[in-house]
C-alpha cells in the first residue's frame, strides 16, 4: 500500500525536527559542560586520599568507638558511619559545602563568611575543631597554589576567621564550574573514604570488608545529596551524640594512631 504523499512529507518533516532539536540539546550540553569537565578532573584530585591535607590522620572519633567496642566489625561500622551521614557531622559539613556553593555561584562572598564562621562555631569538639579547620587550612593553601581560583583568594585574605573544610572545597567547587550534586558526592565519598581507612587500619578491618563498607554507604551518600539540595543553613543541627561524646574521650585515650 502506497501512503499518500502529504503523509510521507509530514513523517519526514516530523524527523527532520526531532533530529535538530537533539542535536541543537547535545550541542548546548556539550557547550555548558565544557567548563566542568576541567573542574571535575581537579575536583578528583582533590578527594584523591594523597591530596596534601592530612585528611589520612583523622578517625573523627572512630578510634575511640573502636577501643569503647561501639565498633569492631563491618556489621557495626556501616551504621556507625551512616549516623554520621545523616545526623552528624557528614550532614552539617554537606549543608555547609552547598551554602558555601551556593553563594560562591551569586557572587555573594560576604555570605561565604558568615557560612565560614557558623560552621566554625558548630565543632562540639577541640578534635573536631581541630580536624576541620586543620584541613580547612591545608585545602586552601595547597589549592589557591595549584589550582588558584578568586574564591579561594578572598578566602586566603580572611585572617581573622578559622575556615573550615567544606565551606573552602565547597567554594573552590563553585569556581569551577563543576555541578552542586556532583560536588556533594565527591565530598560525601571522601568523608566516607576516610573513615572506612582510618577503621581498616583501627579494627583491623580487611581491605575488602573494607570496600564492601563503601559500597554499602552508596545508597546513603545520595540519599544525603538529594536532601542536601533542598535544606538551607536553617536546617544545620546535629544529633549523633556518641560520635561526639568518642571525640572528647580519644583526647585523653591512651595510645592513639589518630589526632581525631
Known amino acids: 500500500m502506497v501512503r499518500p504523499w502529504g503523509t510521507i512529507m ?58 569503647a567496642g561501639f565498633v569492631k566489625d563491618i556489621s557495626t561500622l556501616i551504621p556507625w558511619l551512616r549516623d554520621i551521614l545523616e545526623i552528624g557531622g557528614g550532614r552539617n559539613d554537606a549543608i555547609l559545602y552547598a551554602e558555601s556553593y551556593r553563594a560562591v555561584r551569586a557572587g555573594d562572598l560576604e555570605k561565604v563568611k558568615r557560612v565560614a564562621e557558623i560552621g566554625f562555631a558548630l565543632r562540639p569538639t577541640k578534635e573536631l575543631d581541630l580536624e576541620t579547620s586543620a584541613q580547612g587550612r591545608a585545602f586552601l593553601t595547597v589549592t589557591n597554589d595549584v589550582f588558584p581560583s578568586p574564591s579561594l583568594e578572598f578566602l586566603k585574605n580572611l585572617k581573622d576567621i578559622p575556615l573550615v573544610y567544606p565551606v573552602v572545597v565547597g567554594a573552590a567547587t563553585a569556581d569551577k564550574g563543576v555541578s552542586l550534586e556532583a560536588g556533594l558526592t565527591a565530598y560525601l565519598h571522601g568523608i566516607v573514604s576516610n573513615l572506612v581507612s582510618a577503621a581498616v587500619r583501627i579494627i583491623p578491618l580487611g581491605q575488602t570488608d573494607g570496600q564492601r563498607a563503601i559500597a554499602a554507604l552508596s545508597g546513603d551518600v545520595a540519599v544525603q545529596v538529594q536532601r542536601t539540595l533542598e535544606f538551607t543553613i536553617e536546617d544545620l543541627g546535629s544529633s549523633a551524640m556518641m560520635v561526639d561524646w568518642c571525640s572528647c574521650q580519644h583526647e585523653t585515650q591512651y595510645t592513639r594512631l589518630f589526632r581525631s
Open 10 to 67: 509530514g513523517m519526514t518533516i516530523h524527523m527532520v525536527i526531532i533530529i535538530h532539536t537533539v542535536t541543537d540539546t547535545a550541542m548546548t550540553d556539550v557547550q555548558d559542560n565544557s567548563g566542568s569537565v576541567a573542574g571535575l578532573y581537579e575536583l578528583f584530585s582533590w578527594m584523591s586520599p594523597s591530596y596534601p591535607i592530612g585528611a589520612y590522620t583523622y578517625s573523627h572519633g572512630v578510634e575511640y568507638a573502636v577501643e
